[in-house]
């Protein structure tokens, strides 16, 4: 189990890179287009982590998930190297006969089953490996921000509303149209924001498993840190 668990770690590591670019690249003239770019980053890292430390599943099941995100990863992996050399290195990282070789030391059987016409599903015993959008919806409904996973995935794969939303169109003295850069605070913000959640729920859950109720009476001091600086910064009223 002190895999799965490093594994998580691993995960809120990754949300907390996405928070620490995020603070390094806002500014007074940031628009909400890097930011939004990085919450979805955050989400899908924070969303893994999330589906790990679901509690009441045990230690087996729990084991079984850290085995089907690793062959779904090593499978992912070995066809990106033959698409960019189809003769294949001799080594670039897990293939999934390795993930499967050490499911198997666990007692465990991880099997890819086809569907016809349609790419396949991941299984180990009695689990399948949810789809990117289905971990994020699961872990969006947790965070109570609906919406945010297709709103930051619309920047991420540069959607028109997402590009043109950091603009203003305006109109020059001449009368000449013109488009100038629109930071939009409550926009950036809400980003913000929204990175920090997929490391704060998944956290709770692993405090919850562990054990450490001192942990998490911090967490909750956290939480009603972030409520006043909402207030503060005049957000809007319904995100509090």
Same mark, same amino acid.
Not at 25 to 31: A, C, E, G, H, N
Not at 67 to 93: H, K, N, S, W
Not at 129 to 132: I, R
Not at 231 to 240: A, E, H, K, V
């Given at each position: 189990m ?15 890179? =996405? ?5 390094a ?5 940031? $628009?909400h287009?890097?930011?939004? =770019?990085l ?5 899908e ?12 599943i ?5 084991m079984?998930?850290? +085995? ?26 897990e $293939?999934?006969?390795q ?10 059987? =991880?099997?890819?089953r086809k ?8 299984? =180990?015993?009695?689990?399948k490996?949810?789809?990117?959008t ?8 947790? +965070?109570s ?9 619309a ?15 305006? $109109? ?20 913000a924001?929204?990175a ?17 109720r001192?942990?998490l009476l ?7 840190? $972030?409520?006043?600086?909402i207030?503060? +910064? ?7």
């Open positions: 002190q895999s799965v668990y490093t594994a998580a770690a691993l995960y809120l590591e990754a949300v907390l890179q =996405c928070m620490r670019a995020m603070a690249s806002i500014t007074t003239d940031t $628009t287009y890097v930011p939004d =770019c919450a979805r980053a955050a989400m890292a924070g969303s893994q982590a999330f589906w790990l430390l679901e509690p009441g045990g230690a087996r099941r729990r079984a998930r850290f +085995m089907l995100i690793r062959a779904a990863g090593a499978q992912r992996l070995a066809e990106e190297v033959v698409r960019t050399d189809p003769a294949g290195p001799g080594f670039y990282g $293939t999934p006969a993930a499967a070789d050490v499911a198997a030391h666990y007692g465990l059987t =991880c099997e890819y569907r016809k016409g349609r790419r396949g599903d991941w299984w =180990c015993e009695a689990d490996l949810p789809g990117y289905q971990r994020n919806l699961i872990l969006e409904d947790a +965070m921000t609906p919406a945010a996973y297709a709103i930051y995935s920047a991420l794969h540069a959607d028109w509303h997402s590009i043109v939303g950091n603009w203003l169109q305006t $109109t020059a003295p001449d009368g000449s149209g013109a488009v100038v850069i629109h930071p939009d605070r409550v926009a950036v913000w809400g980003a924001l929204v920090a959640a997929p490391a704060i729920f998944p956290a709770i859950r692993a405090l919850t498993l562990l054990d450490h001192a942990r911090e967490v909750d001091h956290w939480r009603a840190s $972030t409520l006043r600086l207030r503060q +910064m005049n957000l809007p009223r319904s995100w509090w």
